[in-house]
């Protein structure tokens, strides 16, 4: 099940952090986003334990896809699907019409999902990343 995150779940989202990224949030970072207002973290909740998320924003008529992420012994099993899709139903709620990301260029993974739900590469910032040292690929998903 998909559903809205809760100050209850920031332990959970935390440990999916640090098991899915070399530049995880903090507890407190994680704490303070979920206040944001036009910020939407989503859950992904099977068994009462939470084994995804993601987070994205959405202002005036453009969003950005911040991170979506799967305990490594949950994936490949189309749960991130489930959270894209839940962000493409948001999408249309706020009559948004474009949404963008940044992703590791080595993220072949990532990239394909992303290509998967019709976003385009649109260009590189070179060296970018951190920790390990990599380029971003700015994606856009052209919504009209
Ligand atoms: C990227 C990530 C969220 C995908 O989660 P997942 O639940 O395994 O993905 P799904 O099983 O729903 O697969 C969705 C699509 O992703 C792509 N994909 C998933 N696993 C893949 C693999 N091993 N090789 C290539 N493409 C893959 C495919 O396009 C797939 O669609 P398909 O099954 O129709 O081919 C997950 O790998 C992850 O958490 N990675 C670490 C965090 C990260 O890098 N996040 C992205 C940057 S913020």
Same mark, same amino acid.
């Given at each position: 099940?998909? =559903?809205?995150?809760?100050?209850?779940?920031?332990? !959970?989202?935390?440990?999916?952090? $640090?098991?899915?990224?070399?530049?995880? *949030?903090?507890?407190?970072?994680?704490r &303070?986003?979920? &206040?944001?207002?036009?910020?939407? *973290?989503?859950?992904?909740?099977?068994?009462? /334990?939470?084994?995804?998320?993601?987070?994205? =924003? /959405?202002? @005036?008529?453009?969003? &950005?896809?911040?991170?979506?992420?799967?305990?490594?012994?949950?994936?490949?099993?189309?749960?991130?699907?489930?959270? /894209?899709?839940?962000? @493409?139903?948001?999408?249309?709620?706020? @009559?948004?019409? #474009?949404?963008f990301?940044?992703?590791?260029?080595?993220?072949?993974?990532a990239?394909?999902? +992303?290509? #998967?739900?019709g976003?385009?590469? &649109?260009?590189?910032?070179k060296? +970018? +990343? !951190?920790?390990?040292?990599?380029?971003a690929?700015? /994606? $856009?998903? !052209?919504?009209?």
């Amino acid at each position: 099940m998909v =559903r809205e995150m809760s100050p209850e779940d920031v332990l !959970q989202v935390s440990h999916i952090e $640090r098991a899915c990224f070399s530049d995880p *949030w903090s507890l407190e970072s994680i704490r &303070e986003g979920l &206040e944001t207002p036009f910020d939407t *973290w989503l859950v992904l909740e099977d068994n009462e /334990m939470v084994k995804g998320y993601c987070v994205f =924003r /959405m202002i @005036a008529g453009e969003g &950005e896809l911040f991170r979506i992420a799967l305990l490594p012994e949950y994936r490949g099993r189309g749960l991130a699907k489930k959270l /894209m899709e839940r962000l @493409a139903e948001c999408s249309k709620e706020k @009559a948004v019409t #474009s949404i963008f990301l940044e992703v590791r260029e080595s993220n072949k993974i990532a990239r394909n999902l +992303y290509r #998967s739900y019709g976003f385009k590469e &649109e260009c590189i910032r070179k060296n +970018y +990343y !951190q920790n390990p040292s990599d380029n971003a690929v700015i /994606m $856009r998903n !052209q919504l009209i």
